[in-house]
């Protein structure tokens, strides 16, 4: 199991801002997004235990992934 948090805009296309995915063992990164309903842009950043994570990180029971969205200003 892999507990997942979305943050900002996110929260409104998955309609929850936790969840917990059952995945198969070995799943990547990249699959958690496509459980999530995510579309998988470029400005979407992951967090995965804390520390940005690639697309191909694999996942171990019990990680905590946040997606989010960065934002910019002056």
């Known amino acids: 199991m892999v507990r997942v948090e979305v943050f900002g805009s996110l929260r409104a296309k998955v309609d929850r801002n936790e ?18 309903g995510l579309e998988d842009r470029v400005d979407l950043w992951v967090l ?21 969205q960065p934002t910019g200003g002056g």
């Open 48 to 68: 995965m235990d804390g520390h940005r994570a690639a697309r191909d990180s694999v996942l171990k029971a019990g990680s905590r992934l946040t997606f989010f």
């Open 19 to 36: 969840m917990e995915l059952e995945l198969p063992e070995n799943s990547s990164v990249a699959d958690a997004i496509a459980a999530v």
